[in-house]
Each structure stands twice: as structure tokens, then as C-alpha cells.
């Protein structure tokens, strides 16, 4: 149990970087930031292995590239909300 928390946690922060790379938030909030780290670890360490610092299973340098390449996809797909600048 506390690994699948550990993975999810992971996964959220791994979304939450990617999102700030390319200054484009998910849709569905916390839980697309999740689902962006998770799946984006997956085809980040897919296209380019697992290379790099690991935390909760996931090699964090492929996941957070394969997670920016899957919140461009789906920000062109869905329409996603770019972030509002507060200058």
C-alpha cells in the first residue's frame, strides 16, 4: 500500500514539473498531473530506457521527458488552459 502511494506521489510531482516546463496545465487538475507522470514514465522509459536517478520506481530524467511529450499531445488534443502569467 504504501508503495502505490509513494508511486502516485511520484507520478504527481513528475506531472506538476513537466506542466511547469511547458507552462501548460493538465485538464482534470491533480488527478491529470497523475495520470501524466505515470503514463509519461512509462513512454519516457519505453523510447528511452531507465536511465538516471530513480525515486519510487520510475528513473526520473526519461519519465519527466516522456511526461512534457504527453502533456504537448494532449494539450494540442483536449485544448489545454496555458497558464495565466501573473506580471
Request: charged share 10%; aromatic share 6%; hydrophobic share 60%.
Given at each position: 500500500?504504501?508503495?502505490?502511494?509513494?508511486?502516485?506521489?511520484?507520478?504527481a510531482i513528475i506531472?506538476?514539473?513537466?506542466?511547469?516546463?511547458?507552462?501548460?496545465?493538465?485538464?482534470?487538475?491533480?488527478?491529470?498531473?497523475?495520470?501524466?507522470?505515470?503514463?509519461?514514465?512509462?513512454?519516457?522509459?519505453?523510447?528511452?530506457?531507465?536511465?538516471g536517478p530513480s525515486?519510487?520506481?520510475?528513473?526520473?530524467?526519461?519519465?519527466?521527458?516522456?511526461?512534457?511529450?504527453?502533456?504537448?499531445?494532449?494539450?494540442?488534443?483536449i485544448g489545454g488552459?496555458?497558464?495565466?502569467?501573473?506580471?
Open positions: 500500500m504504501l508503495s502505490l502511494i509513494c508511486t502516485l506521489i511520484v507520478g506531472g506538476i514539473v513537466a506542466s511547469a516546463i511547458i507552462s501548460r496545465d493538465m485538464p482534470l487538475g491533480w488527478v491529470g498531473n497523475i495520470i501524466a507522470g505515470l503514463v509519461g514514465s512509462w513512454l519516457g522509459e519505453m523510447i528511452l530506457g531507465s536511465w525515486l519510487g520506481g520510475m528513473a526520473l530524467v526519461p519519465s519527466i521527458i516522456g511526461a512534457i511529450i504527453l502533456v504537448l499531445i494532449v494539450s494540442f488534443i488552459t496555458k497558464r495565466k502569467s501573473t506580471s
